[in-house]
C-alpha cells in the first residue's frame, strides 16, 4: 500500500513539473505559440495567458532594471513588444535601459513609440525630455515638459528643468519669469535662487547674483554647488582669500568634485600657497584622471618649483589629449630643454615655430639648443631673424616670469602666455536636472548597504583579488552528481551582455525541450534545478523559484534548492519593497527556507551568512551579528561577513567594532570598506 501511495504521489509530481514547465516555456520559448502550450494544458483562455506572459516579462525587466543590469533587462522588454507592440510600458522601461546605457537617441525614440500608445504619462515625457536634453534638444524638451506639466503642475521637478531648458536656449527672460512662478508656490526652493544668479552672472550682474546666491545659501547652507558658485564670483574679482573659505565650505560638502580643489589651487596659488596648491592639484587628479586643467597648471606648478621632470610628464598627458595645443608643447620643449634633451626641445620649438614664425622667445630657445648642440648654421639664422627684428623696432622683451596674477583664459592661444596658469573660458554655475532615471532607476542607492545574499550561480564569483573562493560540500556534491555545468556560490549578479543572455535564453529552452523528452524521473528533477540556476542568472527570480518549489515537493531535505529558493525570494523581496510593497510575510518565507536548510547543516557559512544578511536588513543587528560570527567560525575569510558584520556595529553604534570588521573587509578585497571607514574615523 505505501508502494502504491509513493507512485502514485510521484506520477501526480511528474505531472505538475511537466505543467510548470509549459508555463515557463511559454514565457522564454517563442518557438512555440501560445495556443498549443495552453490547449495542451487546458488553462485558462489563451488571452489571459498572453496577458499573464507579458505582465511577466515586464516585471522580470523592471527587476533587472533595479539591479541595474540594463542589457539583460532590454530582452525582456524586447519579448514583450515582441509579443504585445501596443503596449506602452515595455517601450517606457525600454528607454530607461537606454537611457542608462547613454543612448540618448535610442531612449527618445522609444519614448516616442510610447507616447504614441498612451499621450497621458506624465514619467514618459519626463524621460523623453532629459533625453533630449543630453542631446542639446532644449526646444522640444521644453515642449515635452510643457505638455507634461499640464498633466502635472505641481510637479516642481517638471518646472526646474524647463527652466535650465530655457537657460541652456538663452531664453533669459522666460527663465526669470519661471523662476518667479517657482518661487511664488514654492517659496524655500533654494535651487531657483542658484538659476536666477546664473542668469545674473551671464548678463554680467555679479551683485545680483551674490544676492541670489546668499538667499539660496540662507535657505539652504549645505549646498556645495551654492559655495561654489559665490567662491567663482571671488575669483573673477581676485579676491583670492574669500574664495578660498568658500571653496573650503564647498569640498566639505561635495569632497568627490574635481572643479573645486582646481579652483582652490588657483586661489592659493595666487596666495603664494603652493604646497597647498599643489595638494589640490593632486587630489582633483585623484577624482578626475583625464582632467585637462588639472594636468597643464600642475605642469607649470611642477616647473616652477624644479621638479622638471614630472612637469613634462603632465605636459606629456596634456598633448595625449590635445595633440595640437602649442601652449603645451612650447612648455615641455623649455622644460626639455633645461634637463638636456636639446633634440626634443628643438622638435617642439620648431612645431611651434612653424605656427607662429614672428614668436621671439621660441627662436631665441631654439637657436641656444642649436648651439649647445653645435649646430652654428642652425643657431645663427635664428639669431639674425630674431636681430633683424630689434633693428626694425619690432620690440622684444624679455619673456616675464611666471607671475601669481597672471592667468589666461583656455582659448586664449597668445604664444607669449605659455607660462601662466589656465582657466576655463566660462565658469558657469553648475545645476542637476530632476531625474530619477540615471544611475538609481527607483532611487536603489544607499549609502551603506548590506552586501547581498550568497546564492546558486552558472558563473564563478570575481573580483580584482578572488574568484569564488566560497566553497561548500554539498554543491561540491551536487556537482559531481550531476555531471552538467558547473555550478558556483556567487553573491554578485553575473551581468550579462547581448550575447551572454541569448545563450542564457537557449539554454534554458533547450532544458525545456528535455524535460519532455526525458523518462528518468530523478533526471527530470535535476534539470529543474538547472534551470532553476540559470533563472536566477538573468533574473527571472519568479521561474527560478517555482521550479525550486516543484524540485521540493519530491525533495523536502535538498539544501542546494533551500538555499537557492531563499536566495531567490529575497532578491524579489528587495526589489518589492523599493515599490513600497509590504514584504514582511515574504521575509518570513526565506526565514523559513533558511532554517530549514540550517536544520540540515547547522554549521553551513554561506547560509548562516545569508540568514545573518536577512536579520541585517530586518534591523535585528544583533540576531545578524550572532550569524556572521559563527560564519567566520566556519569560515574565517569571508569578506562579505566582516563588511555585513561591521555596518550591523556601525548601525548600533559601536564605532570601534564596526571599523575593525570593515577594515579586514578591505584587506580581503572589498574595497568600499574603507569609504566607509574614512567617513566613521571623522
Request: neutral net charge; contains cysteine; glycine residues 4%.
Amino acid at each position: 500500500m505505501r508502494v502504491i501511495v509513493k507512485e502514485e504521489r510521484r506520477h501526480w509530481a511528474v505531472r505538475l513539473v511537466l505543467l510548470v514547465c509549459a508555463l515557463q516555456l511559454a514565457v522564454f520559448d517563442v518557438r512555440f505559440s501560445l495556443h498549443s502550450q495552453f490547449t495542451v494544458f487546458n488553462f485558462q483562455s489563451s488571452a489571459c495567458k498572453a496577458q499573464y506572459k507579458v505582465d511577466r516579462l515586464i516585471t522580470i525587466g523592471r527587476s533587472a532594471l533595479y539591479y541595474e543590469d540594463y542589457v539583460l533587462s532590454m530582452q525582456y522588454f524586447n519579448q514583450a513588444i515582441i509579443a504585445k507592440p501596443y503596449l506602452y510600458e515595455p517601450w517606457f522601461f525600454r528607454g530607461v535601459a537606454k537611457y542608462n546605457l547613454d543612448d540618448f537617441a535610442g531612449a527618445e525614440a522609444d519614448c516616442s513609440e510610447a507616447l504614441h500608445r498612451n499621450p497621458y504619462v506624465v514619467g514618459i515625457y519626463e524621460l523623453r525630455g532629459i533625453s533630449r536634453i543630453q542631446q542639446k534638444k532644449y526646444k522640444e524638451a521644453i515642449s515635452d515638459y510643457t505638455t507634461a506639466l499640464k498633466y502635472d503642475p505641481m510637479n516642481r521637478g517638471l518646472w526646474h528643468n524647463r527652466v535650465l531648458c530655457h537657460m541652456r536656449d538663452s531664453d533669459f527672460a522666460v527663465a526669470q519669469s519661471e523662476l518667479d512662478t517657482i518661487l511664488t508656490r514654492w517659496k524655500r526652493y533654494a535651487p531657483a535662487y542658484m538659476m536666477k544668479a546664473d542668469i545674473y552672472m551671464q548678463q554680467q550682474d555679479t551683485t545680483a547674483a551674490i544676492e541670489a546666491i546668499d538667499k539660496s545659501l540662507e535657505l539652504d547652507p549645505y549646498d556645495g554647488q551654492a559655495w561654489s558658485a559665490r567662491s567663482i564670483i571671488s575669483l573673477t574679482r581676485s579676491e583670492w582669500t574669500e574664495a578660498e573659505g568658500y571653496l573650503d565650505k564647498a569640498i566639505h560638502l561635495l569632497p568627490k568634485h574635481a572643479g573645486n580643489y582646481i579652483n582652490r589651487a588657483l586661489a592659493r596659488y595666487n596666495q603664494s600657497k603652493l604646497r597647498g596648491a599643489m595638494a589640490d592639484y593632486d587630489k582633483a587628479l585623484d577624482l578626475e584622471p583625464n582632467n585637462f586643467l588639472g594636468h597643464y597648471n600642475r605642469g607649470l606648478l611642477r616647473s616652477q618649483v624644479g621638479d622638471d621632470n614630472r612637469a613634462i610628464t603632465d605636459f606629456d598627458f596634456v598633448l595625449k589629449i590635445e595633440p595640437d595645443n602649442l601652449m603645451a608643447l612650447f612648455n615641455r620643449a623649455v622644460l626639455l630643454d633645461k634637463t638636456g634633451d636639446l633634440k626634443g626641445a628643438i622638435r617642439d620649438y620648431s612645431k611651434v615655430i612653424s605656427e607662429y614664425p614672428n614668436f621671439w622667445t621660441g627662436l631665441e630657445f631654439r637657436a641656444s639648443c642649436y648651439r649647445r648642440l653645435g649646430m652654428t648654421k642652425q643657431a645663427e639664422k635664428d639669431e639674425f631673424t630674431v636681430y633683424k627684428a630689434r633693428l626694425e623696432k619690432h620690440l622684444y622683451g624679455k619673456q616675464p616670469r611666471l607671475n601669481k596674477r597672471q592667468m589666461r583664459k583656455r582659448s586664449d592661444e597668445d604664444p607669449e602666455k605659455y607660462n601662466q596658469l589656465v582657466v576655463e573660458d566660462e565658469q558657469g554655475l553648475e545645476h542637476e536636472y530632476q531625474s530619477d532615471y540615471r544611475g538609481h532607476v527607483q532611487n536603489r542607492k544607499v549609502e551603506m548597504g548590506f552586501l547581498p545574499m550568497f546564492a546558486l550561480s552558472l558563473q564563478p564569483m570575481q573580483n580584482e583579488l578572488r574568484k569564488n573562493v566560497v566553497a561548500d560540500r554539498h554543491i561540491e556534491a551536487l556537482n559531481q552528481r550531476l555531471h552538467a555545468r558547473t555550478i558556483y556560490i556567487n553573491n554578485v549578479l553575473p551581468s550579462q551582455d547581448e550575447e551572454q543572455s541569448k545563450r542564457y535564453f537557449d539554454y534554458i529552452g533547450a532544458l525545456g525541450d528535455s524535460i519532455s523528452t526525458l523518462r528518468d524521473f530523478q533526471r527530470i528533477l535535476d534539470v529543474l534545478l538547472m534551470r532553476a540556476v540559470a533563472y536566477a542568472d538573468i533574473e527571472n527570480f519568479e521561474g527560478a523559484i517555482e521550479d525550486l518549489s516543484t524540485y521540493l515537493m519530491e525533495d523536502a531535505e535538498s539544501l542546494p534548492a533551500l538555499w537557492l529558493r531563499a536566495a531567490c525570494q529575497s532578491r524579489i523581496n528587495e526589489f518589492q519593497a523599493a515599490q513600497g510593497i509590504n514584504v514582511t510575510l515574504k521575509n518570513e518565507n526565506v526565514l523559513a527556507d533558511l532554517n530549514h536548510a540550517l536544520a540540515i547543516d547547522p554549521d553551513n557559512a554561506c547560509l548562516l551568512y545569508n540568514r545573518g544578511t536577512l536579520y541585517a536588513q530586518k534591523q535585528e543587528y544583533a540576531k545578524a551579528i550572532e550569524d556572521f560570527t559563527r560564519a567566520l567560525k566556519g569560515e574565517p575569510s569571508m569578506a562579505e561577513a566582516y563588511f555585513n558584520r561591521g555596518l550591523c556595529a556601525l548601525y548600533r553604534q559601536q564605532t570601534e567594532a564596526g571599523i575593525a570588521d570593515l577594515s579586514k573587509a578591505g584587506e580581503l578585497g572589498i574595497y568600499t570598506a574603507y569609504s566607509i571607514i574614512k567617513k566613521y574615523r571623522k
